[in-house]
């Protein structure tokens, strides 16, 4: 995430919080520094969704980021289904789910998709995604080790990298 993401993300919070608008640059600058690497949709989506939740305060950025982690940022077969359609024109947008480039490739990409029928796509994307989610969760939970801090973090990968806290290898 940049600064001008950072920025517009912060606005965000203002407005579904009723905060007052107009950050000081010093924040903007912090939060940019500890959400880098994260792709700007993803944050996007754990804001709406910790405000679908009924939370009270705003998120801080620490709020973001387990929000992120939980398995409400896990996508559904359907959002599956449409992420994959989609990518038949032009590819999968930055920052989508391993679990769904997952299913792409196991299910054979768009273009299988669009020659079966509807009921037959719906099934194959939904035969994939419940082993696709426990492959990815036990591929996180079995990887659990702390980091020396030297590396970066790669939310596309499915990998959380920060010096001093658990880091997970994704798919």
């Known amino acids: 995430m940049n600064r001008n993401e950072a920025t517009a993300l912060i606005a965000m919070i203002d407005q579904l919080w009723g905060e007052r608008p107009g950050q000081p640059e010093a924040k903007i600058a912090v939060w940019a520094d500890a959400l880098q690497g994260v792709p700007f949709p ?66 054979g990409g768009a273009t299988t998709l669009a020659a079966n029928s509807p009921v037959v796509a719906e099934r194959m994307v939904r035969s994939a995604h419940g082993p696709a989610v426990e492959r990815w969760e036990r591929a996180n939970a079995q990887a659990l080790a702390l980091d020396d801090g030297n590396q970066d973090s790669d939310w596309s990968a499915g990998t959380v990298r920060r010096g001093g806290e658990p880091r997970q290898i994704g798919m």
């Open 42 to 107: 993803a944050a996007q989506k754990a804001v709406r969704s910790l405000a679908l939740s009924g939370s009270t305060f705003p998120p801080s950025v620490a709020d973001i980021v387990t929000e992120m982690r939980s398995a409400h940022s896990i996508p559904s077969w359907a959002e599956c289904k449409a992420l994959i359609e989609a990518s038949h024109y032009g590819g999968y947008p930055e920052g989508t789910h391993p679990i769904v480039r997952e299913i792409g490739r196991q299910v």
